[in-house]
């Protein structure tokens, strides 16, 4: 039986993680440690970094992996280039389970940009709502905007100075993120291309109140196979890391 990293941190990947456990496959769940406390996992977890390509193929290979799935963030570029070269190394099959990215609506008022540098220089209005995470806000250092942030874990110091801090975690709803930006007087929101469900009603908020989005394109990330669906990615595994050797 082929055993399986599944790299996560995402919805996708949780939904997989019940696929591959309901199955009975060996897999391990591996989470990069962003969050303080993770969701539980209906597989054995490892939580931390590999220290980079070379420790990820170093794990792989003492843990007998015989198959990479990258469900990470769509953000997460480092670590998803990682998994192609400890996957090249090795010679294992690697696959990114990967959601479709958000794609503009009639009424939607977007300025796309292609990483937060654009971003910063491109704001709109006093009030803005910075939904971007907390690993990239050093780039808005210095913007004359007032900033809301809203983060999965309460951050130890303030993470961008003056800004207000809202902790919660998604999935978040639309009710909810309408009545957000009308309380908070949001002029402009910003936004990670990272489609999916669990992210988007700030972007149907900002469609409904009539407000830009800037909206930041996803990294360039190495050619890899791509499942765009749980099943899709279990049917993948069947063929490239079957559950029972095939014999000859």
Known sequence: MSRILLLGGT????????????AGRDAVYSYAGAVAQPRPQPLPTRIGGFGGAG????WCRDHGIGAIVDATHPFAARISANAHDAAARLGLPLLALERP????????????????AAAARSLQGDRVFLAIGRNELAAFCGCPQHFLLRLADAPAAPPLPGAD?????????LADDLTLMRAQGIDCVVSKNSGGEGAHAKIEAARILGLPVVMVARPVLPARPTARTV???MAWLDVHAPAHDRGV
Not at 11 to 22: I, P, V
Not at 55 to 58: E, N, T
């Open 165 to 173: 801090v809202i902790v919660a975690r998604g999935p978040f709803r």
């Open 55 to 58: 420790g990820m193929a170093a």
């Open 11 to 22: 919805s996708e990947a949780g939904a997989l993680a019940h696929a591959l456990a309901g």
């Open 101 to 116: 990215a958000w794609q503009a609506q009639p009424g939607d008022r977007w300025t796309e940009v292609p990483d937060m």
């Open 231 to 233: 099943d899709q990615a």
